[in-house]
């Protein structure tokens, strides 16, 4: 029962996350780059960053409004991620989301443009003229520029491309997934949490159960890259592997990552309980999809 009410909750949030995206994101920009943005951030993706970000404003009784443009902004920066992962100057792929990648549909210095320009509005729709207190939008700039920077996605991608070939430990693996992935669903969970209040120690489960989240998520990509198809994930199977990357399949071995990904999701559900939160049943849930999904 809870779970079909997830399955139409996370619906209607993905329609309005999709409204919203197809108001914000500009179709006029200039030559072609309205194009090459919306078609990197529409109609794709599983939009978990937005869930985290609504599950976790509805678990404090948060301004429902700023949550909607933190959802947006926090999917804007992971499209972005994305569109500059694929291009041949890191990951070179073809295929994302099931659709040929944006430097494939619209050239490479497009693509990077694109990327460039979905960063920077990511900041523009959380500075509303109106609408979200400024102290508010201060704090959600703050965690998401923190989560997308050197100190989070963009160091752990430097890590990754400096480790290609290299015989990581866990310890270095965890460290750069923490960064590349894990920031950015942390600091999901965190803006839906700014946008309502909470005490010091909800505040620190709550990144504690994003953390766990964060890692158990890298640890099910790795997984999933191995043992589902291009079809299923919409993106080329079987890379990190091409790439010769370390993963945690790698480093631990298939079982042990399965195992490693339930207890993160254990640790996550722990850290929720200790909120004490009453209204977190969807942000649990979403930590068991995190760990359960296929694609
Ligand atoms: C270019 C600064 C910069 C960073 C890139 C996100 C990233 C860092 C690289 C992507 C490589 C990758 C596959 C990482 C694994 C985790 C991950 C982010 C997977 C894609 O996220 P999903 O599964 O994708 O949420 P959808 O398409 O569903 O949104």
């Known amino acids: 029962m809870k779970r079909a009410e997830f399955d139409l909750w996370a619906r209607a949030e993905q329609d309005a996350v999709e409204v ?42 948060g301004l429902r409004d700023a949550a909607l443009r933190a959802a947006c902004a926090v999917e804007l920066i992971h499209a972005y991620s994305l569109v500059h992962d694929d291009m041949p100057c890191m990951d070179n792929d073809i295929l994302r989301r099931g659709k040929p990648t944006v430097h494939v549909q619209f050239g490479e210095a497009q693509a990077m443009l694109a990327g460039d320009a979905m960063q920077a509005l990511a900041f523009e729709v959380l500075t509303p003229d109106t609408g979200v207190p400024p102290l508010l939008q201060a704090r959600l700039c703050s965690l998401l520029a923190r989560a997308a920077g050197h100190a989070g996605m963009a160091g752990g991608q430097a890590i990754d491309l400096a480790s290609i070939g290299l015989p990581l430990d866990e310890h270095v693996l965890r460290d750069m997934h923490h960064r590349k992935t894990g920031a950015l669903l942390q600091t999901s969970v965190l803006m839906g949490a700014a ?5 010091a120690d909800q505040w620190d489960a709550l990144a504690a159960f994003g953390d766990a989240l964060g890692l158990a998520f890298q640890v099910v990509d790795d997984i999933l890259d191995v043992t589902q198809a291009s079809e299923t994930l919409g993106k080329t199977a079987g890379k990190d592997v091409d790439n010769n990357k370390p993963t945690y399949v790698t480093v631990l071995g298939l079982q042990a990552a399965r195992r490693h990904a339930a207890d993160l999701r254990d640790q996550a559900q722990a850290a929720l309980a200790r909120s004490g939160l009453t209204d977190a049943a969807w942000l649990s849930l979403l930590a068991d999809k995190v760990v359960e999904r296929d694609n």
């Not at 006029?28 to 599950?55: C, E, F, N």
């Not at 946008?195 to 005490?199: A, V």
């Open 195 to 199: 946008c309502g209040e909470t005490t």
């Open 20 to 61: 919203a995206l197809e108001a914000w994101v500009p179709a006029d920009a200039p030559a072609g780059l309205g194009l090459a943005m919306r078609y990197g951030v529409l109609d794709g993706g599983k939009r978990v960053r937005p869930l985290l970000v609504l599950a976790a404003c509805q678990a404090v009784h």
